[in-house]
């Protein structure tokens, strides 16, 4: 039994990163990962789609109905993208948008009992005078979702040893108030509680 994460955005939006992220953090687990990138014009705001695969496999690429986690940097790549997450699976989209998504996919998530989850990572990202974090931010907020794979301190810890030494405290930064903008009680002061922390599962979550 694996866990299967598609990451989607757009070139600059850091997709690639959080995706290494990821898999650093499921190898040092004991994880067996395979993956595979597939974008266009990544340079100049092109779709990047990242296939994260844990577990026995050997093809790289997750098929449409059977990601567990959809993390969606942007909204139109939610919308692209949306046919990956499995029934009963969570997409986790970076959005400001009340009406996200629109009234005939809602109605579909809601009939493939599909989890959404909503952060607007981009204003996170803006508070701390980087845009290019917002990854960060919105992999914190991530690790709140129910069956997410990966608690809070292995992917801070992971972040803090794969991040170039010039970045890592400021995308710690980022990833720590995505996380506190899922768990507003939060404290540094009991980071021992993380494990036994209650993890986001409303069926419609939004943090906007």
């Not at 577990?55 to 790289?60: I, L, R, T, V, Y």
């Not at 794979?149 to 991040?163: G, K, L, N, Y």
């Not at 405290?169 to 540094?188: R, T």
């Not at 021992?192 to 599962?201: F, I, L, M, R």
Request: net charge negative.
């Amino acid at each position: 039994m694996g866990t299967n994460i598609i990451l989607a955005g757009i070139g600059g939006q850091g997709v690639l990163f959080a995706h290494q992220v990821l898999a650093e953090c499921a190898v040092t687990q004991g994880w067996q990962v395979t993956g595979a990138e597939t974008h266009g014009m990544s340079q100049r705001g092109g779709s990047v789609v990242s296939h994260l695969k844990m577990g026995d496999s050997d093809a790289p690429l997750i098929r449409k109905g059977t990601a567990d986690f959809l993390i969606a940097h942007d909204v139109g790549e939610a919308y692209r993208n949306l046919a990956f997450v499995r029934p009963g699976g969570t997409a986790i989209v970076n959005t400001a948008l009340a009406d996200f998504p629109d009234v005939r996919v809602r109605a579909r998530l809601d009939a493939l009992d599909i989890t959404l989850a909503m952060f607007d990572a981009d204003r996170a990202a803006q508070q701390l005078g980087r845009a290019s974090v917002a990854n960060l931010a919105l992999l914190g907020y991530a690790c709140h979702c129910e069956n997410f794979p990966f608690t809070r301190a292995a992917v801070r810890e992971t972040i803090a040893r794969v991040a170039p030494a010039r970045f890592a405290q400021i995308d710690l930064e980022a990833f720590d108030m995505g996380w506190q903008a899922g768990a507003p009680s939060w404290s540094w002061e009991t980071p021992e509680q993380d494990a036994a922390a209650s993890p986001v599962s409303q069926r419609q979550i939004s943090n906007t």
